[in-house]
């Protein structure tokens, strides 16, 4: 056997060799978090309102209604979402890589019993409990005004999780290629901010010419969150509520395995 | 416990891309043992430390630490482990107390045993005062200390320390030595990595020198220094004339900018002769030391 193919055999397998230990991972952060928990927890609490306010009620004004539907209760599954993924991408892009690369969290866990994807999937665990954390604050806030409907968006919990436990592992492939904490901004602004924007967030997809429509259901996350989360909070299922729900599976169970091996290549030197 | 070597390594080899940073060494460090890895930076020390923890997988060879295969076993062996890195990676968003609890549960140990044996280890490292203090708040010497106390905190085996007391001031360096040195009392084994040569002389009972990748020497300070520089060392100005009264005299000296050396078993005799026949300026009479080995395999151009 050459070096090489010893060096594949112990660390460039391809399905990630998780222990519960990862649980641990999970746990330093969760610990971090509450000790912090007067910085954490406002955000999620004035955004939805902020935005609320200002698209929802004030820009809501000239749209009036969309498919039949008030535009804030068109927008605050969209809000939802966007929460999702923001909440899992950035705590798995920027401050996974702090953990990474500042503060050397990792090495110090991995000089542990913890293997590289105990770390990665405890990160990613984390992120979409991030997720869960910010859409069930953001979710309580909507309720307050009265523009999501009951008890079916208590689903948007659940589902916040499985949803931010993609974008987690979509951004932790970022994070593992990326030569430094700048050149995170383009994902940021290249795929977060265009998604955001056009994946049925603050208008309908239905408005946008046919192929743009295909390849957003076809391809951008966001777009899957959006459906499910709207199917949620108006009650009223989407004919595409069921594909969206598999894709997210398929698309998190394959940037999970990418994450970690992803990241194995760029730790074990 | 069964009769094997700590660490037990066979022509362990490290290659990254065309770079051999490790070549092919061979070690082996009894329980017990403080032994010490020495080298010019590059020399390949922390690979070696890294292929020990289990972190860095090896190119070629055989490495078992406490008897066990480092590629088919590390979970095991790093349960067994205390490691001391070289940066510091302490949690900068716990307390001193925190990061020693938190890393315990890293390591499965219960909450109520974590938290006597976290009492324990910070009256050890004399932090007790400091235990609820935020770690941006500590000077560099309790960081080291806390990091000490945090590789205690699994009773390991192995303790693994990548320059214990770099960045640190004389008084730091003083507390980190003693208390390794009670550790090595209490028969831990302990495998360091130092650039500082007084450091190693004093706690190593053996060593190696390592120099691109490969071990030159090894042994105990005091033979290390006997087989390779003699006993004694004169220095005198480098001037002609001192050179040539050398030459005459058969000395083994050797000149470096503008200093003599000569390494000899009769240095009052030496320093005499060159006082009454040389005129030499100043000369100066010394032990040997380990640095004067150091130098004299690895040379003193600059490494970096």
């Given at each position: 056997m050459t070096d090489r193919e010893d060096h594949d055999q112990e660390y460039g397998y391809i399905l990630p060799r998780v222990s519960r230990s990862a649980l641990k991972v999970w746990r330093r952060n969760w610990d971090v978090f509450f000790k912090t928990y007067q910085v954490n927890f406002l955000p999620p609490f004035i955004e939805p309102v902020l935005y609320l306010l200002a698209i929802g009620f004030g820009l809501g004004m000239f749209v009036g209604e969309i498919d039949g539907i008030p535009y804030v209760e068109f927008i605050a599954p969209a809000l939802l979402s966007i929460s999702m993924m923001n909440s899992a991408f950035f705590e798995c892009t920027y401050s996974s890589y702090v953990r990474m690369y500042y503060q050397k969290t990792f090495d110090a866990m991995i000089a542990t019993p913890l293997s590289i994807d105990d770390v990665i999937t405890g990160e990613l665990l984390w992120g979409a409990t991030r997720s869960l954390i910010y859409s069930s604050v953001m979710l309580l806030v909507l309720i307050g005004f009265g523009v999501v409907s009951l008890p079916s968006s208590l689903l948007i919990i659940p589902f916040s999780f499985i949803a931010g436990l993609m974008f987690a592992c979509i951004a932790m492939c970022f994070t593992a290629i990326t030569p430094g904490i700048d050149a995170l901004n383009y994902p940021s602004f290249l795929f977060i901010t265009p998604m955001f924007l056009f994946s049925g967030t603050f208008f309908p997809l239905s408005i946008l010419p046919e192929p743009v429509q295909l390849l957003t259901i076809a391809f951008l996350p966001l777009t899957q969150l959006v459906i499910v989360a709207r199917s949620l909070t108006l009650t009223d299922l989407s004919p595409l509520f069921t594909y969206s729900l598999v894709w997210i599976g398929v698309v998190t169970a394959i940037f999970f395995v990418l994450s970690t091996w992803l990241m194995r290549r760029r730790l074990i030197v | 416990m069964a009769d094997y070597p700590v660490i037990e390594a066979e022509r362990l080899t490290k290659r990254f891309g065309t770079l051999t940073a490790v070549d092919g060494i061979?070690?082996?460090?009894?329980?017990?043992?403080?032994?010490?890895?020495?080298?010019?930076?590059?020399?390949?020390?922390?690979?070696?430390?890294?292929?020990?923890?289990?972190?860095?997988?090896?190119?070629?060879?055989?490495?078992?630490?406490?008897?066990?295969?480092?590629?088919?076993?590390?979970?095991?062996?790093?349960?067994?482990?205390?490691?001391?890195?070289?940066?510091?990676?302490?949690?900068?968003?716990?307390?001193?107390?925190?990061?020693?609890?938190?890393?315990?549960?890293?390591?499965?140990?219960?909450?109520s045993e974590a938290r006597k044996r976290a009492d324990e280890l910070l009256s050890f490292v004399q932090l007790q005062e400091k235990q609820d203090v935020p770690i941006d708040k500590l000077s560099g010497g309790m960081k080291r200390r806390l990091l000490l106390a945090r590789a205690l905190i699994n009773d390991p085996k192995l303790l693994i320390l990548d320059e214990p007391t770099i960045g640190l001031d004389p008084q730091g360096r003083h507390l980190i030595w003693e208390k390794l040195k009670a550790l090595q009392a209490a028969g831990n084994t302990i495998v360091l990595t130092t650039h500082y040569l007084e450091e190693a002389e004093r706690l190593c009972n053996r060593l190696v020198i390592m120099d691109r990748g490969k071990i030159l020497v090894e042994g105990s300070p005091a033979d290390l220094i006997s087989r390779y520089v003699g006993n004694d060392i004169v220095e005198a100005e480098h001037t002609p004339e001192v050179v040539s009264c050398?030459?005459?005299?058969?000395?083994?000296?050797?000149?470096?900018?503008d200093m003599v050396q000569v390494l000899t078993d009769q240095p009052r005799e030496?320093?005499?002769?060159?006082?009454?026949?040389?005129?030499?300026?100043?000369?100066?009479?010394?032990?040997?030391?380990l640095e004067d080995v150091f130098l004299k395999l690895t040379g003193r151009v600059l490494r970096d």
């Open positions: - | 061979s070690f082996s460090v009894s329980r017990g043992d403080v032994f010490g890895f020495l080298g010019p930076n590059g020399a390949g020390k922390t690979t070696t430390m890294k292929m020990i923890q289990c972190i860095s997988p090896r190119t070629a060879g055989a490495l078992t630490v406490l008897g066990m295969d480092t590629s088919t076993h590390p979970r095991e062996i790093k349960a067994e482990l205390g490691v001391l890195p070289q940066e510091t990676n302490l949690d900068p968003e716990f307390t001193c107390r925190e990061n020693l609890l938190a890393y315990a549960r890293y390591f499965d140990i219960p909450v050398l030459e005459e005299m058969g000395a083994r000296f050797e000149i470096y900018g030496v320093a005499k002769r060159l006082f009454e026949t040389c005129n030499p300026g100043h000369v100066f009479a010394r032990r040997a030391s």
